[in-house]
Every structure is written in structure tokens, then in C-alpha cells.
């Protein structure tokens, strides 16, 4: 765990509903959560090197979330990213397997799944 007592999850989401939610799901089920609205923004604040886990959602303004995941695994980082997406397609879907993506969650979905993802990433990383 990056903070060494919490599991820390980063949710990268333009949206503000959907950010709040997520951080209120992520915090119920446990974990410490920063949120940010663009992948510049967290990528400026120093993220991964805090970051056990990332959910980011595909489309953002600026860079994507797809973008972010490129410029993680050109960092080399190894922090698991879930990617998240309300537009599903198959080219983003298999642009995220090929980035390693921990998980990939078309909206909506349940809570549960957001977090059950969130441990299995963690678990394996």
C-alpha cells in the first residue's frame, strides 16, 4: 500500500455525480480516495507514486483515460489501472487489455464490482 496503512485509490472522472460517487463507494468499502477531474491534473499532483490503484474513466477532456494508461506504462509504472467507460466499443476495450488494464467497466455498474475489482487489482499487484 502506497501510504502503508490504507489501500489508496485514485479516481481519475470529468463527471462530478459520477466522481462522487465513486469516491463514496471506494471510501465506504475501506479505501483512502483522491479524485481528480483530467488525467493532467493528476499526473501534475504526482498520482502513481501514491496510487495503489487508478479508475479512470476512457473519455476525459484532454488527455483520455486511455492516454493516461499509455503514459503510465511508458513510466513503466506498475500501479493497476481500471479503466471505466459509458461508451463502450470494442477499439477501447481492446486498447485497454493491450495497456494491461486490471479491469474494464462499462457504465453503469454496480458498486460492487467497482470494488470488488479494486481489491483483486490491489491483491495482484
Known amino acids: 500500500m502506497a501510504n502503508g496503512t490504507r ?3 485514485v479516481v481519475v ?5 459520477m466522481r462522487s460517487a465513486l469516491t463514496r463507494v471506494l471510501g465506504i468499502a475501506g479505501f ?3 479524485a481528480f477531474t483530467t488525467a493532467e491534473d493528476g499526473l501534475a499532483s ?3 507514486a501514491r496510487a495503489d490503484c487508478i479508475v479512470c474513466d476512457v473519455h476525459l477532456p484532454g488527455d483520455s483515460g486511455l492516454e493516461l494508461g499509455r503514459r503510465l506504462a511508458h ?3 506498475k500501479v493497476p489501472v481500471i479503466f471505466i467507460t459509458a461508451h463502450d466499443s470494442p477499439a477501447a ?3 485497454a487489455e493491450r495497456l494491461g ?8 455498474f454496480e ?3 467497482l470494488v470488488d475489482a479494486v481489491r483483486a487489482a490491489t491483491r495482484s499487484s
Open 32 to 34: 483512502e480516495v483522491e
Open 75 to 77: 513510466a513503466r509504472s
Open 13 to 17: 472522472e470529468d463527471d462530478c455525480g
Open 7 to 9: 489501500t489508496t485509490v
Open 111 to 113: 458498486g460492487r464490482a
Open 46 to 48: 504526482g498520482m502513481a
Open 93 to 95: 476495450r481492446a486498447e
Open 101 to 108: 488494464a486490471a479491469a474494464y467497466l462499462p457504465k453503469p
